[in-house]
Structures are given as C-alpha cells and as structure tokens.
C-alpha cells in the first residue's frame, strides 16, 4: 500500500470522526434549524416588504430578548453546575435549573405585558403594536421553557436529541407561516400570533425531546442553586452583551424609520448561521471545558483555537464583494440598502464565534466577574456610539459602532486571559 493512499483513509476516518463527532450532530440539526430560520425570514421580508418587517422587527427583538436574556443569565450557571456534579445528585441540580430558568421566562413576560403599551408608542407601532409586544414576551417565556429542555440534554450529553429539538423550532415556524402567506397578506400583529403559536409548540416538542425524568426529582437542591448563581451574577452583566443586538432593534424603530430597522433585524438574521457553528461548540465544549483542573490543559485547548481562528478572516473579506447583490436576492428588492450593515454584522458574528470558545476557559478559571464587566463595558459604550451615528448612518452605523467596541473587549479579555494562565497553578 502507497503512502498517499495511507494519508488518504487517515484523511477518510479522520473526516468520519468528525462527522460523527457530538458537535457536528449539533452542527447539523443547528444548520437545519438556520436553513429553515432563513426560510422563515425570506417569508418575512418578502410577505411584508421593509417597512412591514421594520414594524414586526421589535417584536420579534422582544420574543429573542426573553430567551436570549434569561439563557445567558442562567444557563451557563446551569450546565456547569450540573455537569460538575455527581450523577446520585444531578437530577436535582438538573430540576433546579429548569425552574429556575422558566421562572426567569415568566418574570420576562409579565415585564413586558406590564410595559408593552408604552413600548409601543414610544415606537409607533400603531393600535396592534402593543398587542404584538405582549404575544411576543410569552413567546419569549415558551422558548425559555424550550431551551431549559434543550439544556437538560446537554449536560446528558444526548447531542442527537439536541440537534433535532433546535431544528423543530424553526420547522414549526415554517409550517405555521408558509401556509399562511401563500394564500394571504397578514399583517405584522398576524404574524406574531402564528409566531407564537409556533413556540408554544416547539416548547412542547422539546420537553417531548427531553423526557425530563429529573423533573419528579424530590424538591430543589438550594445548594446547586447557590452554586449557579454565584456563577450567574457576574453572567447578569454578560447578557447585556448578548441582548444588546436585540436591543439594537429596539433603539432603531425608536430613533430611525422601519426600512433601517428593517435593514439591520434582517440582516442579523442573515448571520444567524454564523451563531449556529458558535452555539454548537459551546453547547458541546462548555460541560467538557467546565471540568478542566488545570492550566496545562487549558492551555492545549487555547492552542488549538490559535492554530483555527486566522480561518474566520477570508470570509470576512469576500462578503464586501457578494453582498450588493446577495441581500435583495435572499430578501427582496428592498432590501437593496441592507448590504453595508450585512457586512458589518457579519464580521462581528465571525468576532463572536472566534471568540466564544476562549470565553469558555473563563468559567473553570473563575473568572465570570472579569467577562461580565467587560462585556457590561462593551455594550454601555456602543450603545453611546450607536445613539450618535443612527441619525446620520442608521443600520450601518449601529453595526459600525458594534464591532468597534467587540475589538477592543477581545485585547482586554485576551490580554487578562494571558495573564490568569500565567499565573494559575498547574
């Protein structure tokens, strides 16, 4: 046997492991669950043009808001707690965590039905706007119930169940939608109703996806949650960096017209891929990583991302080239204008999912305080430099000013990550 047929069935099994590795079965049902998340959009964006989906974009910003919010608040907490405990006492540390993120989910809701007419006219969303703002925080809630599910399989480690409970949420919304433009026109406020419907039913399909045995485990394990939320308080400061896109929206409908906030929600979405492959390595990384004791192997793990990170860069370079005709071919003719902000979001998706496996490395150091203030730091600044540059700039200088920022939070936390692994004991 030749020597480069031996390289090729290494190559071939190498390839093989891969495929049948848990990040890429979560990778797949992600990309799925992206794939139909674009058809979804495409329905959106075409079905009611950019001034229609700059009216329903604040409300779908408010339904991620609820599980972006409470996910980031709580989930980390949950997964890592849960992960390092043993297995006579994980199902209560399990069944502890699923409550305490549901009950973060309903606090959601009952802010936003609370602050929804407000809201609303802040925004000028008309006489349904406000009615759309209180659909959307429920359907917040029901993710948030959905995504606890999701998380209880993580820490079991039953990837396979992960990858297809992400890819029914969006094949819900596509069941509920298509149907819906194909023989009429509704309305932004009709939309989110068929939106909530389908979270009520992807909420459903997780928990049939999880079977969450640990849900009749005897009482709530006050230890396990004194453990999470020592990690989650520092994580309260990271969610402002992780909802701030949505917020985003938000302050464009606010200071803008619907056709920018059109622009910048759409073009989100369109990156939305990019967050895929990121959530799939932490959802699969983050128990391994959560029990690393010592520097060496945090340090063969920040080896191996410095050897892949350059790779985000090309892509990067070549959307400025595709995007003057790629944003009107995915969503419409009206959305000509969106491609400066596509670039823009773009690159920052690529910062993020650069980055999001080093951040990791922060929860076994102890370090949470250190990434919440940074990102605290990060949004407070681009929301000043947003507020500035949307009347003169709109979608693209919010993406402008988000990327900025997102740079300088990578030197300090690659700067001070250096240095804690210097420093911590082998």
Do not use: H
């Not at 005897?218 to 917020?247: C, E, K, T, Y």
């Amino acid at each position: 046997m030749s020597a480069a047929t031996i390289r090729l069935r290494r190559v071939g099994a190498a390839l093989g492991r891969a495929a049948g590795s848990p990040a890429a079965r979560v990778a797949a049902g992600n990309g799925v669950g992206a794939g139909l998340g674009f058809v979804v959009l495409a329905l959106l964006t075409r079905g009611l043009g950019a001034e229609g989906y700059g009216r329903l974009a604040p409300a779908l910003a408010v339904m991620d808001l609820g599980q972006l919010l409470v996910d980031t608040v709580l989930a980390a907490g949950v997964v890592t707690v849960a992960a390092q405990t043993g297995p006579a006492e994980r199902a209560g540390a399990l069944k502890t965590g699923f409550w305490m993120r549901a009950a973060g989910g309903l606090c959601f809701a009952l802010a936003v039905w609370i602050g929804a007419p407000s809201l609303a006219q802040a925004l000028d969303l008309g006489p349904e706007g406000a009615g759309a703002l209180r659909l959307a925080g429920w359907a917040g809630a029901l993710l948030v119930i959905s995504t606890a599910a999701i998380g209880g399989m993580q820490v079991q480690e039953r990837f396979t169940a992960v990858a297809l409970a992400a890819a029914a949420k969006n094949a819900l919304r596509v069941g509920l939608l298509a149907p819906a433009f194909y023989y009429a026109s509704p309305s932004p406020a009709a939309a989110m109703e068929l939106l909530a419907a389908a979270a009520a039913l992807a909420a459903a399909a997780a928990l049939l996806f999880a079977r969450p045995a640990y849900l009749a485990a005897p009482g709530l394990d006050r230890a396990a949650a004194s453990r999470m939320f020592a990690i989650n308080r520092w994580m309260a400061l990271a969610a402002v960096a992780v909802v701030s896109g949505r917020v985003d929206v938000l302050l464009l409908g606010w200071l803008s017209t619907p056709e920018q906030t059109a622009f910048y929600a759409a073009s989100a979405q369109l990156c939305i891929v990019v967050g895929v492959v990121s959530q799939a390595l932490v959802t699969t990384a983050l128990p391994r990583v959560a029990r690393f004791a010592g520097r060496d192997e945090m340090r063969a793990f920040l080896a191996v991302w410095a050897r892949r990170a350059p790779i985000a860069l090309a892509p990067v370079l070549a959307l400025p080239l595709l995007s003057p005709w790629l944003a009107p071919l995915l969503l419409g003719d009206g959305f000509a204008g969106a491609a400066s902000a596509l670039n823009l979001l773009f690159a920052s998706s690529m910062i993020a999912l650069v980055m999001n496996p080093v951040m990791l490395i922060l929860f076994p150091l102890g370090a949470q305080r250190m990434f919440g203030l940074a990102a605290f730091a990060q949004v407070a600044i681009k929301t000043a430099l947003a507020v500035a540059a949307i009347p003169a700039y709109g979608a693209a200088g919010v993406a402008a000013a988000d990327v900025a920022t997102k740079l300088a939070v990578v030197v300090v936390i690659l700067l001070a990550l250096r240095r804690r692994l210097r420093d911590a004991p082998a």
